[in-house]
């Protein structure tokens, strides 16, 4: 029975997927043609999309690790507040920087066990792990 259901969720799963990556190019797309039809520096376009960049893969991949708790409210309080005050501190900090190097955006790496401690102290999984 495990076989079936887990064969059976695969197609499943897989589409959900591919409709993801489809979204994600998508939008990265739209940005691209948003700042290539605005008035903003190549300059500051590199900034911005590296911080967009670097925190999608930073949130992105603490969600994807958390998926047992993708139906679960307060994991998502806890990834929205993590990821407001993550998105107010960079905004104002690429704003008062003249020169922004893209490797400084890998600094908020340092935040994933920043993340994972936040989860552990406010995030409670309903479920039992009993076998």
């Given amino acids: 029975m495990t076989l079936v259901n887990s064969t059976h969720s695969r197609p499943n799963s897989r589409l ?5 990556y489809i979204a994600i190019a ?3 797309g739209g940005l691209a043609v948003v700042f290539g039809r605005s008035s903003i520096s190549e300059k500051e ?3 911005w999309m590296s911080l967009i960049f670097f925190s ?3 949130y992105g991949t603490f969600i994807g690790l ?5 139906r679960n409210r307060s994991f998502w309080i806890v990834t929205t ?3 407001t005050i993550h998105s107010v501190f960079f905004i104002s900090v690429a704003t008062c920087v003249e020169q922004w190097r893209p490797i400084w955006s890998a600094v908020m790496f340092f935040e994933a066990p920043l993340l994972d401690f936040m989860k552990a102290k406010c995030v409670h ?3 039992t792990h009993a076998r």
């Avoid at 959900?16 to 993801?20: A, E, H, M, S």
């Avoid at 958390?66 to 993708?70: C, D, E, I, P, V």
């Fill in 16 to 20: 959900r997927d591919f409709i993801l």
């Fill in 26 to 28: 998508l939008a990265f």
């Fill in 45 to 47: 376009a590199n900034q």
């Fill in 56 to 58: 999608a893969i930073l």
């Fill in 66 to 70: 958390n998926r047992n708790l993708l």
């Fill in 81 to 83: 507040a993590a990821f």
């Fill in 125 to 127: 999984s309903r479920r």
